[in-house]
């Protein structure tokens, strides 16, 4: 590239130990550099640029179930702002298995699953699972909440 001089960074990502390359075009005068700049790809090809080696496999899959225990529904905070997603419990079943391999049997679900921890409970929006403080819910969420908490203790008394 003419009066660019190039340079080689190599980067070690400490967290999986990722290696990524990059190639970064200085000028040989700071002050006077190129007066148009090209947009080149990212990735694999004969083009410089950066590229991202996957990380090793471990070999291991891990399969999480979280446990639904009220379908998808907009809960709204004491501010009146609304908030979808589905009530989950604390408790999530987890089972790992080697890649490639089927997916093992989940275990059972506990008899009676923490619906309230510590004044919060918890709600899958999306694919994530969000701790909310159950006095920042309306009180009509509460109210349901408490509804869904009396019938699994007497759901779990019952099957004692």
Not at 43 to 56: D, I, K, M
Request: positive net charge.
């Amino acid at each position: 590239m003419g009066s660019m001089k190039s340079c080689r960074i190599w980067i070690l990502l400490l967290a999986g130990a990722t290696f990524c390359t990059a190639q970064v075009d200085f000028p040989a005068n700071p002050l006077v550099g190129p007066k148009k700049y090209t947009k080149r790809e990212v990735g694999g090809g004969a083009e410089p640029g950066a590229s991202v080696e996957a990380p090793a496999d471990s070999g291991t899959a891990r399969y999480v179930t979280h446990i639904v225990l009220y379908d998808t529904r907009f809960w709204t905070s004491v501010e009146g702002k609304p908030l979808a997603g589905k009530l989950v419990a604390f408790e999530d079943l987890v089972v790992t298995a080697p890649k490639g391999a089927p997916v093992p049997p989940m275990p059972a679900p506990p008899a009676k699953p923490t619906i309230v921890r510590d004044g919060n409970v918890r709600l899958l929006v999306g694919k994530k699972p969000v701790v909310v403080p159950l006095a920042r819910l309306s009180g009509q969420d509460r109210e349901l909440i408490d509804g869904i908490q009396a019938a699994l203790e007497k759901k779990a008394a019952e099957g004692r």
